[in-house]
T-cell receptor, first 114, second 114 residues
Framework: DSGVTQTPKHLITATGQRVTLRCSPR?????VYWYQQSLDQGLQFLIQ???????AKGNILERFSAQQFPDLHSELNLSSLELGDSALYFC?????????????FGPGTRLTVL | AQSVTQLDSQVPVFEEAPVELRCNYS??????LFWYVQYPNQGLQLLLK??????LVKGINGFEAEFNKSQTSFHLRKPSVHISDTAEYFC????????????FGQGTRLTINP
């Protein structure tokens, strides 16, 4: 158990819908990373937040957005869903930036878009 | 920008045999190197990491990896595998500053046959 929690574990929805994925980082970790794992694209970095502020952006679609709240939990919002958005979405957390920050991964949310 | 190539998508081996999973990377800056393991229906777990110093790094579950700067490789090895090592293995890099987002390879599925 990494200490990172993600809800829900599974999500099934239809094209065009909007969903919210939630991540609670390990106690004390200030950074949250979101990754997408799909069959065709593999594991890709989406976005990082540090202490409530966006810090880095990767291959995140404009239909997707994220935020980190004052209690440090984070939400990833996916809208106008398409079949290709079906994937496993991971959240990872790490402590305050230093020389090196190990990222601890949650169990993931499996999104199925029908 | 960094990229990671895992040279084998699938590696079948017999139980108690040695195994090597190959990883090459490309980067214009200094990087940290990682191997993660993903067991079926689970999140990612860090096996080992190379940050600096000795090029041979030891990780959990009897795995080790060797960093070769001239060949830009970071191959993962285990002298004797067990059925429980059946999983997907991911090689990843991150830059040494900034967000330290992880860039993953496509993964290698290790199947252990009795």
């Amino acid at each position: 158990d990494s200490g990172v929690t993600q809800t829900p574990k599974h999500l099934i929805t239809a094209t065009g819908q909007r969903v919210t994925l939630r991540c609670s980082p390990r106690s004390g970790d200030l950074s949250v990373y979101w990754y997408q794992q799909s069959l065709d694209q593999g594991l890709q970095f989406l976005i990082q937040y540090y202490n409530g502020e966006e810090r880095a952006k990767g291959n995140i679609l404009e239909r997707f957005s994220a935020q980190q709240f004052p209690d440090l939990h984070s939400e990833l919002n996916l809208s106008s869903l398409e079949l290709g958005d079906s994937a496993l979405y991971f959240c990872a957390s790490s402590p305050e930036p230093g020389t090196y920050n190990e990222q601890f991964f949650g169990p993931g949310t499996r999104l199925t878009v029908l | 920008a960094q990229s990671v190539t895992q040279l084998d998508s699938q590696v079948p081996v017999f139980e108690e045999a040695p195994v090597e999973l190959r990883c090459n990377y490309s980067s214009s800056v200094s990087v940290y190197l990682f191997w993660y393991v993903q067991y079926p229906n689970q999140g990612l777990q860090l096996l080992l990491k190379y940050l600096s110093g000795s090029t041979l790094v030891k990780g959990i579950n009897g795995f080790e990896a060797e960093f070769n700067k001239s060949q830009t490789s970071f191959h993962l090895r285990k002298p004797s595998v067990h059925i429980s090592d059946t999983a997907e293995y991911f090689c990843a890099v991150s830059d040494q500053g900034g967000a330290q987002k992880l860039v993953f390879g496509q993964g290698t599925r290790l199947t252990i046959n009795p």
